[in-house]
């Protein structure tokens, strides 16, 4: 499982690519990366929402939005990793890809499926505890 060492360097390598960068699509390939909310849910809740921050709560990376939307929390689970790289989108372990206007997609790939995607208000803490 990433530590929390790991899980902030990940924070820092994203952040550059993502701040001001405005979310065009969800694609989500796995059941279990959105087993918290629906599919439908979790593509309504990001597309369309403007980057302001990442940031790093425990070992759950928060991608802020410039409007009220609430944050997308990311859990890395146990061998979970987000690239910029063009490689990995061809990886049979992907789990998901975030899709920019003016970026590069982001993906997601996790080999052991424990790894998730979900929102929670930014004020309800409960949302972390869940998992």
Do not use: Q
Request: glycine fraction near 10%.
């Amino acid at each position: 499982m990433p530590e929390l060492p790991e899980v902030e360097t990940v924070v820092r390598g994203i952040r550059p690519g993502l701040l001001g960068a405005t979310i065009t699509r969800l694609d989500l390939y796995h059941p279990r990366v959105h087993r918290r909310c629906t599919a439908k849910a979790l593509r309504a809740g990001v597309e369309g929402g403007k980057v302001s921050n990442v940031t790093r709560r425990g070992k759950f990376i928060l991608i802020e939005f410039a409007d009220a939307r609430p944050p997308l929390v990311i859990h890395l689970g146990m061998s979970g990793r987000l690239l910029f790289e063009e490689s990995a989108r061809t990886s049979k372990h992907l789990r998901a890809t975030l899709h920019f206007a003016d970026e590069a997609p982001l993906y997601f790939e996790d080999i052991r499926t424990f790894g998730v995607f979900f929102l929670v208000d930014g004020a309800e803490p409960a949302g972390f505890r869940e998992l």
